[in-house]
């Protein structure tokens, strides 16, 4: 999937929550500002905790642009997740598990 944000390309998954690693944000010089505690529970059974949101940052996926709040937290294996945030603005989304991929529309493309 050809993704960018900044002419940069990341790698993101597809979870609950829209999040980005701290790394990221610094390198991307993404601007952040506090929000009220948000407490993520981890494959690990751990939970860490968000103290830092990336309001409307421009992502491009597959030539879409969006504009997404994503939450700094440090994750492992994907530079940042995109949650039903995300998916919700897209309406329906047909996903194949075999060939893990999805299929939507997004402003008639």
Known sequence: MFRT???????????????????????????????????????????????????????CIEGHSFGEYLFVLGLNKADIVLGVQWLKQLGPVLTDYTTLMMTFSHLGH
């Open 5 to 59: 944000i900044n002419h940069h390309h990341v790698v993101i998954l597809v979870d609950t929550h829209n999040f980005v690693q701290p790394w990221v944000a610094s390198f991307l010089t993404l601007p952040a500002s506090s929000t009220d505690p948000l407490q993520v529970m981890v494959d690990s059974g751990g939970v860490l905790e968000c103290l830092r949101v990336c309001p409307k940052v421009p992502l």
